[in-house]
């Protein structure tokens, strides 16, 4: 079992809908999760960082924490072409502070 | 958000040849930075973690002698490929880790290897 996992996709979703993307994880003590997107060719940028269970919003996007189901997730509301990307769960460790990575959700927003 | 730059964007280079990429963190220090790599449709892969001053550790089945890392001071870490083959030819990515929010990684553009 991978220690994060993520559904490949790609996740089709018409312009103006709510993109809904799922990430598990394997550590019931993982703490810190992040999402990060990354545009084609291009390197990964942070979206938000979530460490509690519930849910935290910025802007067009929220993160859900639920430690106990081990899984995190993101909403895109509003959904635009420009999102089509592919976004990357990540789980903090706390020994060597490195980050595990997801294989990533491929989301394509068509008009 | 943090600004992490990477020098050279894109470098192309004859086998056997060295390469080295600089990874800067521009507005913060950085007391930890990672180099990754990504072959193409696939994730990022770590390579190493570095902290300023001291040797980088190095994931399993990542050869050090062959990539080379230095992390001289809280703003800038190096990565040398050395004797670089064709399938070094890869998507090198860089962050940072420090600043405000000390657990989030913030990344470079990342530099694109290509060996002839």
């Known amino acids: 079992q991978k220690e994060v996992e993520q559904n490949s996709g790609p996740l089709s979703v018409p312009e103006g809908a709510i993109a809904s993307l799922n990430c598990t994880y394997s550590?019931?003590?993982?703490?810190?999760f992040f999402w990060y997107r990354q545009y084609s060719g291009k390197s990964p940028e942070l979206i938000m960082s979530?460490?509690?269970?519930g849910d935290k919003e910025d802007g067009r996007f929220t993160a859900q924490l639920n430690k106990a189901s081990q899984y995190v997730s993101l909403l895109i509301r509003d959904s635009q072409p420009s999102d089509s990307a592919t976004y990357l769960c990540?789980?903090?460790?706390?020994?060597?502070?490195?980050?595990?990575f997801g294989g990533g959700t491929r989301v394509l927003v068509k008009p | 958000g943090a600004v992490v730059s990477q020098h050279p964007s894109r470098v192309i280079c004859k086998s056997g040849t060295s390469v080295k990429i600089e990874c800067r963190s521009l507005?913060?220090?950085?007391?930890?930075m990672f180099w990754y790599r990504q072959f193409p449709k696939q994730s990022l892969m770590l390579m190493a973690t570095?902290?300023?001053?001291?040797?980088?550790?190095?994931e399993q089945g990542v050869e050090k002698d062959k990539f080379l890392i230095n992390h001289a001071s809280l703003t800038l870490s190096t990565l040398t490929v050395t004797s670089a083959h064709p399938e070094d030819s890869s998507f090198y990515i860089c962050?940072?880790?420090?600043?405000?929010?000390?657990?989030?990684?913030?990344f470079g553009p990342g530099t694109r290897l290509l060996v002839l």
């Open positions: 962050s940072a880790r420090g600043g405000r929010t000390t657990e989030t990684q913030y």
């Open positions: 990540a789980k903090g460790e706390a020994a060597g502070n490195k980050l595990t």
């Open positions: 979530i460490y509690s269970n």
């Open positions: 570095s902290n300023e001053g001291s040797k980088a550790t190095y």
């Open positions: 507005d913060f220090q950085a007391t930890t």
């Open positions: 550590d019931r003590g993982s703490q810190s």
